[in-house]
Nanobody, 114 residues
Framework: IRFVESGGGLVHPGGSLRLSCAAS????????MTWYRQVPGKERERIAG????????DYADSVKGRFTISRDNAKDELYLEMNSLKPEDTGVYYC????????WGQGTQVTVSS
């Protein structure tokens, strides 16, 4: 089972980024998927989740209204659209299948700075 995150980078406050996660080795469409964020010195934080068919999403209060999680089960891919980015959104972003609790990708770095 493997997750490969991409799409991170350096962006100015107020900017946007779209993260992608390519999943392999699992029946992707059968599982709830999530995005986590980790800031140095802090624990990994769950910021968004999406059910198997994509019909239901949930968000941490810190990103609600600015981030959108989505998925394409035909492509085994998970996405995170991030708008109105703030410096406090800086961190390494990971996709994760809660059912496989110990499996994590390398993450993708997002830096929001002027």
């Amino acid at each position: 089972i493997r997750f490969v995150e991409s799409g991170g980078g350096l962006v100015h406050p107020g900017g946007s980024l779209r993260l992608s996660c390519a999943a392999s080795g699992l029946t992707f469409g059968a599982y709830t998927m999530t995005w986590y964020r980790q800031v140095p010195g802090k624990e990994r934080e769950r910021i968004a989740g999406i059910t198997t068919g994509g019909g239901s999403q949930d968000y941490a209060d810190s990103v609600k209204g600015r981030f959108t999680i989505s998925r394409d089960n035909a492509k085994d891919e998970l996405y995170l659209e991030m708008n109105s980015l703030k410096p406090e959104d800086t961190g390494v972003y990971y996709c994760h299948a809660p059912v496989y609790s110990t499996v994590w990708g390398q993450g993708t770095q997002v830096t929001v700075s002027s």
